[in-house]
């Protein structure tokens, strides 16, 4: 099963976030983009994920001029740095005009907005030399069931996804569900949801998913199993892993943090997939912890990369013939224990 592949790792510049919720204020002060950027290259990574606004700061002020020069130039910064832009994403959740919902919003002029807001993301994103568009549907879904139309957002939602594909021929949108968070229930929670949505769109072919280990598990469901799910579509085009405790809040832990065993069998999902042999990336969405020092910044994700990298050495030397005849034994107790004792090592 296993192959020994290399896997290429990328993070976002608010992983590196400066540790405000919403009872207090932020622990750490904020950092410039370039130090992230250096940051993100001391520390070996080979990506970095951006919101169309980490790439063009202030955007819907600016021309599309303007907003395609500063694009080239940051190109050229990453360019310098042997740096690639894995995703980016439409930030369709801060504005004003996305209070109700971006493409599922009651108000047509804020629904224009968010879609005009998009097809500049991708405008960002052909500048950057990236073809891949990632949706967080943050607030797509409702607080009340009484205030939208589930049944017509739906449709909304397909307008929107058309009208970026007929933007661009080549851009492809990874969808990436969530389940909750800011909402009370978001109308696409889940990959199955995803992709199915998918389906609708004009051109399904180019629209596809992202995982994140946290969504899923607020879901109730398990991240492995979503993994194989749309790989079996040849759909999971890109990752963030990280961990969550229960049914929480959004925690964004460091990968593995939480629950050892549902990270490992993540990485196995990967493995057996070959995920990654197509050019896609393993990203860590991850947060520092708010008692972080300074000097402690990054920790979070050096250790996510490692614990993900000894997860492959682990899913590597599990002893699968072992654990098939226990399988073809259906001695679960045994195979259960074998997990346990091989995650645990000497
Ligand atoms: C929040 C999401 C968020 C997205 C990011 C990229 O819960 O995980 O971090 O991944 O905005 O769209
Ligand atoms: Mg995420």
């Not at 955007?59 to 980016?88: M, N, T, Y």
């Not at 197509?278 to 250790?303: I, M, Q, Y």
């Amino acid at each position: 099963m296993a192959t020994k592949r290399a896997y290429k790792f990328c993070f976002g510049p608010w992983n590196i976030s400066e540790g405000a919720d919403p009872y207090g204020p932020p622990t750490r002060p904020a950092q410039t983009f370039d130090w992230k950027l250096a940051k993100l290259k001391d520390l070996g990574f080979d990506a970095m994920m951006f919101h169309d606004d980490d790439a063009v700061p202030d955007l819907d002020a600016k021309s599309d001029q303007q907003v395609r020069r500063e694009a080239k130039e940051l190109k050229k910064k990453l360019d310098d740095g042997g740096i690639v832009a894995e995703i980016v994403a439409p930030r369709l959740w801060f504005d004003p005009r996305t209070i109700d919902g971006a493409y599922t919003s009651n108000d047509p002029k804020c629904r224009k907005y968010a879609i005009e807001r998009s097809l500049r993301c991708i405008d960002v994103a052909k500048a950057l030399d990236c073809d891949l568009i990632v949706l967080w549907l943050a607030r797509e879904g409702s607080y009340i069931r009484e205030s939208k139309n589930a049944r017509q957002c739906v449709d909304y939602l397909v307008e929107a996804i058309d009208a970026m594909l007929a933007h661009d021929r080549k851009i492809r949108i990874a969808i990436e569900p969530k389940p909750n968070e800011p909402m009370d229930v978001a109308y696409v929670p889940t990959i199955g949801h995803a992709l199915a949505l998918s389906t609708l769109a004009a051109d399904p072919k180019r629209v596809g998913c992202l995982i994140e280990s946290a969504h899923a598990i607020l879901a109730g469901l398990d991240p492995a199993d979503e993994i194989d799910f749309a790989c079996s579509f040849g759909k999971l085009w890109s990752l963030h892993l990280n961990d969550q405790n229960g049914l929480k809040f959004d925690q964004d832990k460091p990968f593995g943090s939480a629950n050892l065993r549902v990270a490992f069998n993540q990485v196995r999902a990967l493995e057996r997939n070959q995920y990654g042999s197509r050019g896609e990336f393993v990203a860590f969405d991850v947060h520092p912890f708010r008692t972080t020092k300074v000097e402690h910044w990054a920790d979070h994700l050096v250790n996510s990369r490692r614990t993900f990298l000894r997860l492959v050495e682990k899913a590597r030397t599990f002893n699968e013939s072992a654990a098939r005849k226990l399988v073809a034994d259906r001695n679960y107790a045994a195979l259960d224990q074998m997990v346990l004792e091989h995650l645990m090592g000497k």
